[in-house]
């Protein structure tokens, strides 16, 4: 029996994946939040692919950790910067830092995210969800997309979730000053703008050889959200984790969208995982996309001198 549409995500969820054998030998790929879960396993996937492979991450230990046990696994060339994705000073000196010294950029993933069980602002004065699960990413994205134009063809990827369907996006109270705070609409909303943000720059960059596409991960067993109090970490690690799937399925996912020659043309899709799926409708208004792209170039403080408009 056929799931109703607003459904169909649990059974694409449990499908028989994609896989991609193309190789990235030579390609400049760029992933945030790669000392853990998801982009860790990414950037496994990537190096073991052949792609010099570029971390962007908060912890540089950390990084540095990754960046050994992926060299010495897979012999490719890594690279670190750190960035912490809460400050947009860091943002614009990571981007910054690419620009100086790739002359390519071949591939972007934007990973990095975070889940908060209580309200916090960054020292931008945006929620810390928002800000980094969006905000960042979208400024990253801009600042380096004059360059991934002319390294085309070039794609960029956002990890997004299916957790875009709780919403929770409201532009009148982005920082929850009106209501009262709760984790799983924040981090909603903050997937739910990023969405919108992908389907007017899939718009933007058509012809320019540069693909924009959203990848949920899959349900699995991450870091995520255990930055929050005890109650939370237990309930994640003694409940929540029993009904996860192991992180590999992510790494197999963002590697198809990465180097899939199939996805080559594709451009302004939500995967979830490697099959393509209608996001939750409130994810589709493209007024309202207009309107949180214009936003966000505020609370970005992008400037058109900075980026190519």
Not at 6 to 24: C, D, G, P, W, Y
Not at 185 to 195: C, F, I, P, R, T
Not at 261 to 274: D, I, K, R
Request: charged content about 20%.
């Amino acid at each position: 029996m056929k799931l109703p549409e607003e459904l169909q995500f649990i059974a694409n969820a449990r499908s028989v994946q994609k896989t991609t054998v193309a190789r990235m030998d030579g390609r400049v790929c760029v992933i945030t939040g790669a000392t853990s879960g998801v982009g860790r396993e990414a950037a496994h996937w990537l190096a073991r692919g052949g792609a010099h492979t570029v971390l962007v991450c908060r912890n540089a230990e950390k990084a540095r950790a990754v960046q050994r046990e992926l060299q010495q696994a897979c012999g490719t060339r890594v690279d670190v910067i750190q960035a912490d994705f809460a400050r947009l000073a860091e943002v614009r000196r990571a981007a910054a830092t690419l620009l100086a010294e790739y002359p390519r950029i071949d591939v972007l993933i934007n990973n990095a995210g975070i889940h908060n069980t209580h309200r916090t602002l960054t020292e931008d004065g945006i929620e810390t969800v928002l800000a980094v699960n969006h905000v960042a990413s979208f400024l990253f994205t801009r600042l380096l997309l004059e360059r991934m134009i002319a390294s085309a063809p070039a794609r960029i990827i956002q990890v997004n979730s299916q957790g875009h369907r709780f919403g929770g996006l409201d532009l009148a109270d982005l920082n929850w000053e009106r209501r009262r705070y709760r984790g799983l609409q924040a981090y909603g909303a903050s997937k739910v703008a990023q969405l919108l943000t992908v389907w007017e720059l899939a718009d933007r960059l058509r012809g320019s050889g540069v693909t924009v596409n959203a990848v949920h991960p899959g349900e699995v067993k991450t870091n995520i959200g255990m930055n929050n109090d005890l109650l939370y970490r237990l309930y994640n690690r003694y409940f929540i984790r029993w009904f996860l799937r192991d992180v590999a399925i992510s790494g197999n996912a963002l590697y198809y969208a990465a180097a899939a020659p199939e996805l080559a043309q594709t451009s302004g899709v939500f995967f979830n995982l490697t099959i393509p799926e209608k996001p939750a409708r409130h994810a589709l208004d493209r007024e309202l996309g207009k309107r949180v792209w214009s936003i966000s170039e505020k609370l970005a403080g992008i400037s058109s001198s900075e980026v190519d408009g």
